[in-house]
C-alpha cells in the first residue's frame, strides 16, 4: 500500500499544472518578452491593467498580458455575438444624443423639409455603421459601409449648398460620433470584453468614422463626380444587411 500511494504522489508530481490566472511582474514580462520596467511603464500610462496586493506588489490577469501579443487573423465578433442588436444601438445612441447634444444654430434654422434631408442622409451613414460592425464577413462589412460613404459624401455636399461652412460641418460630425462610440464602451463594459477585443471594437468604429469624415470633406469640397458607392454592386449593398439593422434604423429619426 505505501508503494502505491508514493506512486499516485509521483503522478501528481509529475502532471502539467493549469496555468496560473494571475502573474507577477516578472512572469508577465517573460511571458510577453518586456523587461518588467517596460511592462510597470505600461501600467502606469493605464495601457494595461494590473491590482496591487496588500503587500504593495502587482499581479496582472494572464488574460490580458496575452492580449498585447499579435493576434493574427482573429476574427471581430458581431453585434449580435456580443448579445447586441442594431436596434438596442440605436436606442441607446438617439437617448445619448438627447440628453447631451445640442444641436447647432444652423440646424434650428432648417425648415422641416430641408431637415428631412439631412436626417435622411443620416439615417443612411448609421445603418452602414451598424451593418459594418454587424455584418458576418470584412466583404459584407465593406459593403455595408458602401452606401454610407456615399450618404456622408452628399450630407457634406448639401451642408455646402446650405452655406454651411466646413469646420461648422466638421464639428457637428465630430459630435455626432461620440456618443456612439461611448455607446460601444458601454458595451464592452457590460459584456466584459477583454481589453484587446474592447479595443479592436472601439477601432474598427474610430476607422468608419474617420472614412465617413472624409467622405463628408470631399462632398463639401466638391461632389462632381459619383463616389464609388454608386456603382451596380454598391446600390445592392444595403440588402447586405441584417432585417435587425433594417429595422432599428427606420424606427428613429437617424442620427442628424
Known sequence: MPERIKEAEDRMKDAPRPARAWLTIQEASDLIGVSPATLRRWTEAGDVEAFVT????????????????????????????????????????????TSHIVPGEWVRDLDDAE???????????????????????????EASLLGALDASARYGALARDHGIDIDVLTETFLRFRLPFLHELGRIARRRRLEADEAMDLLLAASRVFDRLLLAHLRGHHDLAEPTSATTPEALAAPRSRSRATRRAIASTGGPA
Open 54 to 97: 496588500p503587500g504593495g506588489h502587482r499581479r496582472f490577469a494572464r488574460s490580458s498580458i496575452l492580449g498585447l501579443l499579435p493576434s493574427g487573423v482573429r476574427r471581430r465578433r458581431r453585434l449580435h455575438e456580443l448579445g447586441e442588436t442594431p436596434d438596442r444601438v440605436v436606442r441607446q445612441y438617439r437617448r445619448e444624443m
Open 115 to 141: 431637415l428631412e434631408s439631412f436626417r435622411e442622409h443620416g439615417r443612411r451613414i448609421l445603418a452602414g455603421v451598424l451593418g459594418f460592425l454587424d455584418a458576418a464577413t470584412p466583404d459584407e462589412s
